[in-house]
């Protein structure tokens, strides 16, 4: 089965309506839940311990998010986490924040050593930890230049996927890289944009199960064809970055995969 473009990958989400089991970060949990409706996908956002296993075992893939991390909530990743590698249900790490501190290095570095991730999407500063460098302290958000050679070294580290999302997202599965140019510099003025992504990646991975690289590659351009379209909407209204929130939905629900180009 060849690859999927962009424009097959998105069709394939929109016709199979993937469930998606989202553990993430209070912050962006209603965004990233309300992004994969908007995509055609179907969202869960269940982080109880109790519950977390079973109802990975019965989706089509799981995001797990480290933002705004607590004990219970790593437990229930790892309980998730080893549910879905026994389903063959793919997983996609967000690592946020890796770098600052030493109880998420702690709690990631058990994830990394426990679950195999079909994808591990972050920024700069947390790939280039993941590559075993150590940047400067520099909060959750990357202040680094971006590094292919180091988004290799990971992914041929932890035998995955990494999406390296910035101005352009770079994605690379150790032997092959791709370059998505595109979006907007007003994304980096809203919340969760990364982890909207993360969620999107998921939904895009369980409709095509065959081509990790080639998925996230899609969801990446979508989100930056979103990003376009909400800042070409919202400066042509003379709006702000309130309404980027609202159009990038807006976006996102109205995408037809005929606007998807190449990579």
């Known amino acids: 089965m060849s690859a999927p473009s962009p424009a097959e990958a998105l069709a394939a989400v929109q016709k199979s309506a993937p469930l998606v089991h989202v553990i993430t970060n209070t912050l962006s949990q209603n965004d990233c839940a309300n992004l994969l409706l908007a995509a055609g996908a179907r969202p869960i956002m269940a982080e109880a311990e109790e519950e977390a296993a079973e109802i990975a075992r019965n989706c089509g893939a799981l ?9 219970a909530k790593f437990r229930a990743m790892l309980a998730a986490g080893q549910a879905a590698g026994r389903a063959s249900i793919p997983i996609l790490l967000d690592p946020v924040g890796i770098g ?21 999407r972050g920024n700069s500063a947390e790939i280039s930890v993941l590559a075993g460098d150590n940047p400067a302290f520099c909060g959750v958000d990357s202040g680094m230049a971006e590094d292919t050679h180091l988004a290799q070294l990971a992914a041929r580290r932890f035998g995955t996927v990494i999406l390296q999302s910035g101005g352009s997202d770079f994605l690379t599965d150790g032997r092959r890289t791709l370059c998505i140019p595109g979006g907007h510099p007003a994304m980096t003025k809203i919340t969760g944009a990364g982890c909207m992504l993360s969620a999107l990646t998921g939904a895009f991975l369980a409709a095509n199960l065959a081509h990790p690289l080639e998925a996230a590659a899609a969801a990446a351009v979508f989100w930056k064809k979103c ?26 629900s109205r995408m037809a995969p005929d606007q998807l180009e190449e990579f």
Do not use: C, K
């Open 63 to 71: 995001v797990l998010n480290t933002g705004i991390p607590s004990a």
């Open 100 to 120: 600052v501190s030493a109880f998420r290095r702690e709690q990631i570095g058990r994830l990394l050593e426990t679950l195999r991730f079909a994808v591990i």
């Open 227 to 252: 990003a376009e379209l909400a800042a070409a909407r919202m400066e042509a209204q003379s709006a702000g970055t309130g309404s980027l929130h609202m159009y990038l939905l807006d976006a996102a």
